[in-house]
């Protein structure tokens, strides 16, 4: 079965058929679901839905496009919500100066936050990179020592991608590995060694080819096995095996 390790189904894009399509998961060979938080909201909605339904578990963290909703008071309703034991990691959180929507300097103190409160809760993060690659290799080198965790819809070139799995970090790899000027992720996906890449969507964003542009869900995983099968000259069956073992111990799921 597939493991989809970062969804959102928490968004509003979902809201006319999300029960009907998480119920049809199962029959369409998705296991199990990391739903993501990005925003408080969405960490307190991933929640709901790790109660709701049993083969999904919530991450809780704030994106670096709404730290600027932290305070010492939402941080410690933030910290509050590890109190469910199905909340399996930190994120997701990160830098991104591609939309750019908190100062660098805020947006990397909320970072190295939410790093710290990883270690003290021994969890693992889900990190999110976006056009910030030097700033996010600095913080991680300093911050994130001894931590587990996947680099989410990894977009920098595979010689980063190997720096990271050299630290012991997972790399996340979605929709976008199928489109075909996606050069530097192919590459990724090549040489990366299979027990450190884990599936995902990001749904609702990022559908992959054939159904790129519509809206996304775990449903379309099947894509994203089926072009770093290819690419790397396995059969799909042995992806979704093996990146479901990797996302198991990513996130210490039984
Ligand atoms: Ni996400």
């Not at 929640?47 to 010492?72: M, Q, S, T, W």
């Not at 997701?92 to 909320?110: A, F, M, P, R, T």
């Not at 050299?166 to 790399?171: C, L, P, R, T």
Request: with cysteine.
């Amino acid at each position: 079965m597939i493991f989809e390790t970062h969804a959102h189904y928490d968004d509003e894009q979902f809201n006319e058929d999300r029960d009907e399509l998480l119920r049809s998961m199962a029959d369409n060979g998705i296991g199990t679901i990391v739903n993501v938080g990005a925003s408080l909201r969405g960490c307190r909605d991933s929640i709901v839905l790790a109660k709701r339904y049993p083969f999904v578990y919530a991450a809780v963290g704030v994106h670096p496009d709404e730290v600027g909703d932290l305070n010492e008071e939402t941080f410690a309703w933030l910290k509050d919500q590890f109190a469910y034991d199905k909340v399996v990691a930190v994120g997701e959180i990160g830098l991104d100066y591609y939309w750019d929507n908190e100062s660098h300097d805020v947006q990397k103190k909320w970072f190295i936050e939410q790093l710290n409160l990883a270690r003290e809760l021994e969890l693992p993060v889900i990190i999110h990179s976006r056009e910030a690659a030097a700033d996010t290799l600095e913080i991680m080198k300093e911050h994130a020592k001894g931590l587990r965790g996947v680099i989410h819809c990894f977009s920098y070139s595979a010689e980063l991608a190997r720096e990271y799995v050299k630290m012991g970090f997972y790399i996340g790899i979605g929709g976008v590995v199928t489109f075909k000027n996606a050069r530097k992720l192919k590459e990724t996906a090549a040489e990366v060694p299979l027990e450190q890449i884990v599936l995902e969507t990001d749904c609702p964003y990022l559908a992959p080819v054939p159904n790129r542009g519509k809206r996304n869900s775990s449903l379309n995983l099947k894509y994203v096995a089926e072009e770093i099968a290819r690419i790397r000259g396995l059969a799909t069956e042995e992806v979704i095996e093996q990146t479901a073992i990797n996302a198991k111990q990513l996130y210490n799921i039984k």
